[in-house]
């Protein structure tokens, strides 16, 4: 994911794989780009380049290359990294001394000609982390009106599947040829079960509904604790009868995102995190904990902790979590939905377990690209 340049060894910075043949001219731009916070890594060729990228590093997050080149030129380099799908969305910066139409028409995000300015690939480095985020953006979009259409398309017939089973259910009570043929105990628990099911798949399609109604073109830089403190509000009445709320809201760095989307992140992971928590804990006790916090990461990331303690159930109340419509695979579709969500922004949702018992959601964020020194 992009990472935003700076100084300091805190800081998050944008990795580039300058690959440049002559080495002078390698030396002095690498020179440069780390004097700019960009951590750089340099290839003499393209065959070293691809092996570089192929060698299980940390990718980078842009590649600048020269046209002309021993081994494998440019050209080719470019090729390769398109046919590789673990490589073909990182952008490219092309440089090169041929004035020709072809090697302007490089597929590249920028092109330069030698000679330039120091700065002038600089901003072109910048411009390629702005349209690579623009073209995640308009993916996660077009991702997002997926959703949207598998939601309705599901809810249609779900909808009358829904009405039928409870006229059933109902006419049960009434109608003697339907009471006969739902006396025997399992055709009503089957009954029952298909209601529930159906129920369930209604519920998850909500669920998809709301994240891909968000839009992703409203995605801003965004202080992540505006967001976290606006699901505390929007969850306080939801938790405090079966948890106590903790939060911790520090400041981290700004990140880009669409903000309703990831409240609603925020907001699930924290009604999940009750839910858990109050089927795990004997309230009657000692009430469980959930809690909600924002930090930054020694790597410069901007993270948003959501967790809940709990210990093993001793009231014999069973693994079903106490709060009405959630279930375990409830809770797995939550997580699964949420997780799409975080990444969508090119962050990362993963699910850690406490010391002391419980667990935590921690959701890594990318740092805004465009705020980046230079």
Known sequence: MPRAAGSGDSSVRTRVLLVEDDPDLRSALADLLRADGFEVTTAEHGDAALARLRDGSPS???????????????????????RDPALQRIPVVAISADGSAQAAAIDAAQYLRKPFAYDDLR???RYALRNRFARDGD?????????????????????????????????????????????????REMLGDAIEGAERIRRVMERVATFASQSDHDRAPIDPRVVANAAVLATLDVIRPHATLVTDLR???????????????????????????SAACTTAERPP????????????????????????????RGAEPALPGA?????????????????????ELSC?????????????????????KP
């Not at 080149?69 to 050209?75: R, T, V, Y």
């Not at 400041?251 to 928590?277: D, K």
Request: hydrophobic share 45%; aromatic share 4%.
């Open 123 to 125: 901003q072109a480095i």
């Open 327 to 347: 279930s375990a695979s409830d809770h797995a579709l939550v997580l699964s939905i949420c997780t799409g969500a975080v990444t969508s922004f090119g962050g």
């Open 352 to 372: 850690l377990p406490r010391p002391n018992g419980g667990t935590l959601f921690r959701t890594t964020l990318p740092l805004d690209p465009l705020d980046a």
């Open 139 to 187: 993916r996660a979009t077009s991702l997002a009106s997926l959703a949207a259409g598998l939601a309705h398309e599901i809810n249609n017939p779900l909808t009358y599947v829904l009405t039928n089973l409870r006229m059933v259910a109902g006419g049960a009570q009434g109608t003697a040829g339907a009471a006969g043929a739902l006396e025997e105990p399992a055709a």
């Open 60 to 82: 980078p997050d842009v590649i600048v290359f020269d046209l002309m080149m021993p081994e494998k030129d440019g050209w080719e380099l470019r090729v390769e990294q398109k």
């Open 251 to 277: 400041a981290t760095p700004r990140i880009v995102a669409n903000a309703a989307t990831l409240e609603q992140v925020f907001t699930q992971l924290l009604v999940h995190a009750a839910r858990v928590a």
């Open 289 to 316: 904990s959930v809690g909600i916090a924002t930090h930054t990461a020694a790597s410069g990331h901007a993270i948003v902790d959501v967790w809940h303690d709990g210990e093993p159930s001793h009231s014999g």
